[in-house]
Structures are given as structure tokens and as C-alpha cells.
């Protein structure tokens, strides 16, 4: 980005454009890899964003597109070995399938876990995984629940 005054400001997909000599939605379309771009546009594009150091900003993109690739996870205890487990096998698969993971502990406390889902603006997670409810009904949900003792079983919570 050519030095305008603003040392540390990061470059946006307008400098990256204007770096390549292409619009706006020519270098959007070559770094996202949509629509039409010739090769020889893309790699200028691609050669301007590596000079710049253009990172993509993932809020503006979920916005747009209605997913962040991020995965929410509310957990009940986190020192429970049951749900360390459980985040640590969420971690691993995400991350190697491009998705990272929000992660909030609640203590077993339902008003905690309300205020953990509420902070999370559903339409930007992508799915969801909750310990005890199903309090987000408009994204994705894997509701696990770990077991104490066999009358915890039977027990309606």
C-alpha cells in the first residue's frame, strides 16, 4: 500500500486493486476465485496482495456471505476431562477442514450460557455445539451431554 499518512493501516481489497491496476470486483473476483479473471489479471492481483500484505478481513467476507467458517462452542467445564476431549477432537476437525472454533465456558451456569449465545451473532457462526440446551435454534447444533452416573441417565434435565 503506498504510504498515504496511515503507517500500520491495513490494506484493503481497494489497495490491492489499485496496486494491480484492475476495479475493485476484478480483484475481489481474482483473489476469491469466482467469476472471470484471465490468468495474467489473477496473478497480478495475487502478486499485489503478497507485495501488500493483504490479509482478507473474515468479518466483512461473513457478512457478505452469510458464513464466517467459524464454529461456536459453549461448554458446560472445561476441566471436565469429558469436554476437554470433546474440544480438543472440535479443534483438530475444524481447523483441518478451514473452520476455526469460538470456544465458551458457562460453568454448568444456564445464565452463562445464555449470555455466551448471545454474544455470538448466530447468522456468523457457521454451526454451533452446546452442553446442555438447544438455545441456538438458527445454526447448526450438536448438543452432547456427559453422564455421571447411571441415574443421571434417567434423569430429565
Same mark, same amino acid.
Given at each position: ?28 473476483? !481474482? ?8 490468468? @495474467?489479471?489473477?496473478? /497480478?492481483?495475487? @502478486? ?8 482478507? &478481513? ?15 462452542? =459453549?461448554?458446560?467445564?472445561?476441566? &471436565? ?15 483441518? &477442514?478451514?473452520?476455526? =472454533?469460538?470456544?465458551?465456558?458457562? @460453568? ?28 441456538? !435454534?438458527? =445454526? ?16 430429565? /434435565?
Amino acid at each position: 500500500m503506498k504510504d498515504k499518512g496511515l503507517r500500520g493501516a491495513t490494506p484493503t481489497i481497494v489497495d490491492v486493486a489499485r496496486e494491480a491496476g484492475v476495479s475493485r470486483a476484478t480483484a475481489a473476483r !481474482a483473489l476469491g476465485d469466482y467469476g472471470y479473471a484471465s490468468a @495474467d489479471t489473477r496473478q /497480478r492481483v495475487v @502478486d499485489a496482495a503478497k507485495r501488500l500484505a493483504y490479509q482478507p &478481513n473474515q468479518l466483512a467476507r461473513s457478512m457478505v456471505t452469510g458464513r464466517s467458517e467459524m464454529i461456536g462452542v =459453549v461448554v458446560a467445564d472445561i476441566e &471436565n476431562l469429558y469436554f476437554a476431549r470433546a474440544i480438543r477432537a472440535i479443534t483438530d476437525t475444524a481447523s483441518a &477442514n478451514g473452520f476455526g =472454533v469460538v470456544l465458551a465456558t458457562t @460453568d454448568e451456569d444456564i445464565e452463562l450460557e445464555r449470555n455466551a449465545v448471545r454474544l455470538c451473532p448466530t447468522p456468523l457462526l457457521t454451526g454451533s455445539s452446546s452442553t446442555s440446551s438447544p438455545l441456538f !435454534a438458527s =445454526v447448526s447444533t450438536v448438543t452432547a451431554q456427559r453422564f455421571t452416573t447411571p441415574e443421571s441417565r434417567l434423569t430429565p /434435565r
